[in-house]
């Protein structure tokens, strides 16, 4: 067994999780998978696009430069830490990105307000994915475009099988649940109904492939835990608890370490249709 150093120090809840998010998440798994969404939906100069769900704003940056001064891009989510985090980190990005506090299920726009809609990793949060689609369906102009991605089941995603398993059984089945919201038990056919039942056409429903990579398990479990509302409970469990913690994770992810720390595939569908 690895006999990892005190990490006590690290395990304090020393930053708001929407600053933790943009610092350990969004380079090793949110900005590559904003690429690849928006190479699934052409975005041109003068585009009005929103950013449904725009988290710290990793999608809204890269598309401001395709729209170009003539375009516009708004970016929309409930949680104002999020956004707090996602106007300082867009700075001076040319066009300004306006951000704006809402909900997915009541889009605080007009009909046809927008050419494109995107959401990237949201709709599996959204108490009423539904709405969310009819709402996104509603503020489209005709002929505009959505692209949305959503994680393949728990099953597809490795290391968060194993760290949602430790969590269950050293923090708690909350902690557990948590970890294992993102990946929603949906198939590629529920999305395709989703969205077909909405008035959307062409609806284009692909399995994308991906992977995330960590230092260490260590690292995978503190990162994690930081920029998630588990930071608290996780901080505030015994330093020997959660060594064993991550010693289960270690154990669990064995054959997907080498010697740059831990991979593992990441699954995602991506979804693109028209109105
Ligand atoms: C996993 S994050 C994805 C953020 C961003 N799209 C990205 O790629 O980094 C999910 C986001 O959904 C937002 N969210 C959850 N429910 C929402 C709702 N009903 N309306 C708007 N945003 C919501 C959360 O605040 C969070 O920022």
Redo the contacts with the bound molecule.
């Keep these: 067994m690895t006999e990892y150093p005190s990490q006590s120090a690290g395990w304090q809840v020393e930053q708001r999780a929407s600053e933790a998010?943009e610092q350990y998440l969004?380079p090793p798994i949110?900005a590559p998978?904003?690429d690849r969404l928006l190479e699934t939906c052409e975005i041109h100069e003068g585009d009005r696009v929103l950013?449904?769900?725009?988290?710290?704003g990793?999608?809204a940056r890269r598309i401001a430069p395709r729209v170009g001064p003539g375009g516009s891009v708004t970016g929309?989510?409930?949680?104002e830490g999020?956004l707090d985090v996602a106007a300082e980190t867009a700075g001076d990005v040319s066009p300004p990105i306006e951000w704006r506090r809402?909900?997915?299920?009541e889009l605080p726009f007009s009909e046809a307000e927008f050419d494109v809609v995107s959401?990237?990793?949201?709709l599996q949060?959204?108490?009423d994915p539904v709405a969310?689609i009819e709402e996104i369906h509603r503020v489209l102009a005709p002929n505009g475009r959505t692209a949305l991605s959503v994680w393949r089941p728990l099953e597809y995603q490795p290391a968060y099988v194993a760290l949602a398993d430790a969590l269950e059984r050293y923090v708690g089945e909350d902690a557990g649940d948590m970890m294992r919201s993102?990946f929603p038990a949906w198939d590629g056919a529920d999305l395709r109904t989703l969205l077909e039942d909405a008035g959307f056409d062409n609806v284009s429903v692909t399995i994308e492939i991906g992977s995330v990579r960590y230092p260490s398990v260590p690292e995978f479990v503190r990162r994690e835990a930081a920029s998630s509302p588990l930071a608290e409970p996780i901080a505030a469990i015994d330093r020997t608890v959660r060594e064993e913690l991550i010693h289960e994770v270690d154990d669990a992810l064995d054959a997907y370490g080498d010697d740059d720390g831990i991979v593992s595939p990441m699954e995602s569908y991506v979804v693109t249709a028209e109105r």
């Design positions: 998010y969004v949110l998978w904003a950013d449904v769900a725009c988290g710290t990793i999608v929309l989510d409930i949680n999020m809402g909900d997915a299920t959401c990237q990793q949201a949060f959204f108490e969310a993102p």
